[in-house]
């Protein structure tokens, strides 16, 4: 519930616990104390923040980040400070987490499209899950600068009247190019996690459309010129496949395969799994770190990401059905929830698509967890949403129409989202004229805790005939 109020008691939690960690540290060696320092200033002044200036989202992003990083610290502080001073360390820093989760309910509007969260503790933990993820998102996100803005300004300008003179404003779906064909892709064998799976990878051939705003920037990513996949197929030549989408800044092995677990997907449910890397991220950044740039306010580099997922996914699915007729579905997560309702728009041919907590707006997104002063230069240049949103429409999965029937739709979203408001979940939801869709107790990272998605999962890829 919408609730900002002064001096909210939670607030004296994460304040206390601040004093306790700097008053504790000191005395236990320089390295522990600053250490410790980052905990105890985070929560110190994050406590303070909340009482003096309730209401800024931004506060409980760093409260939460510090408890977490307080929870860390206080397991080996068990044997610098002694097993007292230790427990009492990660008791409130672990008191601290659920109360900044406590808070950040309290400050967001309640959802009226989706049920109401339930309070309780274990929800507020998974809240501030959501909000330390954040913290780190948020401060290291590299939004473009002042200068920067006014090229995306102009390419914003010049690709609405190129899209528009083209039709694409009105029939997005012809934007999109056919990809050329897949037929002999490099499949090399990897094994991790004592996982075998076979890379995939191969010279993508997407290039932007001639004359089209940034077209020249995009094809300056070097690395992301090169599509990869990891793959795990059966003997069994006639096995369903399953196309998994990962989230923003994943992309690697390591962290995808354990998002898309083998042992479940793969092993129980029997089917071959395609994991595709999206553009900008894992082997194809371009920036520090995964996925920089693909979420970043650039509007066409978005776009162009966009397209060029959509152009790689379809050519592996060209190269997968090259090999047999079995059927294919697609389950994407956040980002991968978009990329899969877009795909649904393009490919006729999927036996089902399972959009789990979609983001589906992102200059809706981008606006949200906008800092106050990047969010006044994106105002001042007049990028408000709505303009944004206009020329995005050619990779919108709210504009798309999608071409699998409704009844092989599905949708799973979290009451108590932190990083995609869960209105989101519910436009789609409209959009894709209210198929399934399963609401779990919980926030954006905590959906495999939460035995409804899977039952909703499994359900979907048997009403879809990929599994038994």
């Not at 990869?228 to 990962?246: D, G, Y």
């Not at 190269?319 to 294919?328: G, K």
Request: net charge negative.
């Amino acid at each position: 519930m919408h609730e900002t109020i002064r001096f909210p008691r939670e607030a004296w939690i994460p304040l206390l616990a601040g004093l306790s960690w700097l008053w504790i540290a000191p005395g236990h060696g320089f390295l522990f104390t600053f250490i410790t320092a980052i905990p105890g200033c985070l929560l110190l002044g994050s406590g303070v923040a909340m009482l003096l200036w309730p209401g800024d989202r931004r506060t409980t992003h760093f409260a939460a980040l510090g408890a977490l990083v307080g929870c860390l610290v206080a397991i080996p502080g068990l044997f610098v400070t002694g097993f007292s001073s230790g427990m009492l360390l990660l008791g409130l820093a672990a008191w601290s987490f659920v109360a900044t989760g406590k808070h950040a309910l309290r400050l967001e509007l309640p959802p009226d499209q989706a049920p109401a969260p339930i309070p309780s503790g274990w929800l507020s933990a998974q809240v501030a899950a959501d909000e330390a993820l954040l913290a780190t998102m948020t401060t290291f996100f590299p939004f473009p600068s002042r200068n920067a803005l006014v090229r995306v300004d102009a390419e914003v300008t010049a690709a609405r009247e190129m899209y528009e003179s083209k039709g694409w404003l009105e029939k997005p779906a012809d934007y999109h190019d056919a990809p050329s064909a897949l037929d002999s892709p490099v499949l090399q064998a990897a094994r991790r996690r004592g996982i075998d799976f076979e890379h995939l990878s191969f010279e993508s051939g997407f290039e932007p459309h001639d004359d089209e705003p940034g077209r020249d920037r995009w094809l300056g990513y070097r690395a992301n010129r090169t599509a990869h996949a990891w793959v795990l197929r059966h003997r069994q030549a006639n096995r369903p496949w399953l196309v998994c989408i990962h989230g923003y800044q994943m992309g690697y092995s390591a962290i995808d395969l354990v998002a898309f677990p083998p042992e479940w997907l793969h092993q129980r449910l029997g089917l071959n799994l395609l994991v595709p890397v999206l553009p900008l991220h894992g082997a194809r950044k371009a920036g520090r770190r995964s996925g920089d740039g693909f979420l970043a306010g650039d509007v066409l580099d978005s776009i162009h990401a966009e397209a060029q997922a959509m152009w790689d996914i379809r050519s592996m699915l060209g190269w997968v059905r090259a090999q047999s007729e079995s059927p294919v579905g697609v389950l994407g997560y956040s980002l991968g929830g978009y990329n899969t309702a877009l795909l649904a728009a393009l490919d006729d041919q999927l036996a089902c698509a399972i959009a789990g907590i979609p983001l589906t707006d992102i200059p809706d997104a981008l606006l949200r967890h906008s800092p106050p002063l990047q969010a006044r230069d994106v105002a001042d240049r007049g990028l408000d949403s709505e303009r944004m949103s206009e020329v995005m429409r050619v990779v919108s999965p709210l504009v798309l129409t999608p071409q699998i029937p409704v009844e092989h739709r599905f949708i799973f979203a979290a009451v108590a989202d932190r990083l995609v408001d869960p209105s989101q979940a519910h436009r789609l939801w409209e959009h894709w004229e209210r198929p399934r869709i399963e609401w779990y107790q919980g926030a954006h990272i905590t959906f495999r805790a939460h035995a409804n998605v899977r039952l909703l999962i499994e359900e979907g890829l048997r009403e879809s005939a990929l599994t038994l």
